[in-house]
């Protein structure tokens, strides 16, 4: 039982540390994706703390999982209608600027 009950916690480690990079993706995706179009300047130093911060290095997927959000971001915001477009604006730039990962201006 204890075998099964270790074995059960062992595997669910890396699951959890991949959900952590695929978050890290995301979030750091959505406020490079959003830069042109929400007119802001993104800080690169801050971008790099960032990353080195949450993402293990030995994740080499973080990347193109960075790569596809950012331009699965700026994909979908050529989609919104203008209000849409303030109010994501809007929420991207008060929490990226929560983070120090944009420049305020």
């Known amino acids: ?3 099964a009950i270790a074995i059960l916690i062992a595997s669910a480690i890396p699951a959890y540390a991949y959900q ?3 978050k890290a993706a ?3 995706g959505s406020v490079l994706g959003s830069e ?3 007119a802001f300047k993104v800080n ?3 971008v790099a703390a960032y990353i080195k911060t949450n993402v293990d290095p030995a994740e080499m997927h973080f990347a193109n999982s960075l790569y596809m959000m950012s331009g699965g971001t700026a994909g979908q915001i050529s989609l919104m209608t203008p209000s849409a477009l ?4 809007m929420a991207i730039k008060a ?3 929560h983070y ?3 420049e305020m201006q």
């Open 1 to 3: 039982m204890r075998l």
């Open 100 to 102: 120090g990962l944009i």
């Open 20 to 22: 952590d990079i695929t």
């Open 36 to 38: 042109t179009a929400c």
């Open 44 to 46: 690169d130093a801050a």
């Open 86 to 89: 303030a109010a994501h604006c």
């Open 95 to 97: 929490s990226a600027g």
């Open 26 to 28: 995301v979030e750091l």
